[in-house]
């Protein structure tokens, strides 16, 4: 029992001790670490990044102007993220994507051959955190998604709320961002030209919430509107 008791102690108080990473760590693999830090710098820092700098300018410089016209081209930008949105192929297709994909690692894997003369709704499960399966596979070109389902233009979803934060919804916009209101998936599902997909993650910011290590939980408590999209819109 004595040394049950020493060992547990000696667990408890490694817990509380930084543990910095072995300097042997291959090259590849500290590119692949950084790469992480990169793509959750912005979804942790520009919400309020983007805000604090807007106000600085306009308040605590001669360069106001700056924070004027940005104001007036986000109300007169304001419905483009139900509209398709704004998406910048050179964004998706950072170098960095492919070592985020390398990290964990993600892969994209199709199970059946979609015919790009028509229009998808997916839905993607589980949430997570930050739904990291979902935007680096269809948000960038990490996982060559574009190879994987070619000639289909695939649009992740997400809340109206993050386009109305400076600076972020420009990026996320960039990756291929949509607002998941109604409007915005019937705009994008009824384009007769067909090759356009949306994909959705059904549970929402309350699944979550649910997020835990060798669990899936699957919210869709009033959540089934998008069934009735994808069959109004075919």
Same mark, same amino acid.
């Given at each position: 029992?004595?040394?049950? $008791?020493? =060992?547990?102690?000696?667990? %408890?108080?490694?817990? /509380? ?15 692949? &670490? ?21 106000? @600085?300018?306009?308040?605590? &410089?001669? #360069? ?8 007036? *081209? ?5 419905? !483009?993220? &139900? ?13 960095? *994507?492919?070592?985020?994909?390398? #990290? ?5 894997? =199709? %199970? ?15 949430? /997570?955190?930050?739904?990291? +399966? ?5 948000? &960038?070109?990490? !996982? ?6 070619? /000639?289909? =233009?695939?649009?992740?979803? %997400?809340?109206?709320? $993050?386009? $109305? ?5 420009? @990026?996320?916009?960039?990756? +291929? ?19 356009? /997909?949306?994909?959705?993650?059904? +549970? ?10 060798? !669990?899936?939980?699957?919210?869709? =408590?009033?959540?089934? +509107? ?6 109004? %819109?075919?």
């Amino acid at each position: 029992m004595a040394k049950e $008791n020493s =060992k547990q102690n000696s667990s %408890t108080a490694k817990k /509380g001790v930084i543990e910095f990473a072995p300097l042997d760590i291959p090259w590849s693999r500290r590119l692949e &670490t950084f790469a992480v830090l990169i793509w959750f710098f912005p979804f942790c820092v520009f919400p309020s990044f983007g805000l604090f700098v807007l106000i @600085y300018l306009l308040y605590c &410089t001669n #360069y106001g102007w700056i924070s004027l016209v940005y104001i007036i *081209w986000l109300i007169y930008d304001r419905n !483009t993220c &139900t509209e398709g949105g704004r998406r910048f192929e050179f964004v998706r297709r950072l170098k960095v *994507w492919k070592r985020l994909s390398d #990290y964990f690692p993600i892969r994209l894997i =199709k %199970t059946s051959e979609l015919d790009p003369s028509k229009n998808y709704l997916l839905v993607y499960h589980p949430h /997570g955190i930050l739904s990291l +399966g979902a935007l680096v596979n269809f948000g &960038t070109e990490g !996982t060559n998604v574009s190879d994987v389902f070619q /000639g289909l =233009k695939i649009s992740f979803l %997400t809340l109206r709320a $993050n386009f $109305n934060v400076p600076l972020f919804r420009e @990026y996320i916009m960039a990756l +291929g961002g949509c607002s998941v209101d109604k409007g915005s998936m019937v705009h994008i599902l009824s384009r007769r030209s067909g090759g356009n /997909g949306a994909i959705l993650v059904a +549970g929402g910011a309350r699944e979550a919430l649910y997020s835990q290590p060798n !669990t899936q939980i699957l919210y869709l =408590k009033n959540r089934k +509107g998008f069934v009735k999209v994808a069959i109004q %819109t075919g």
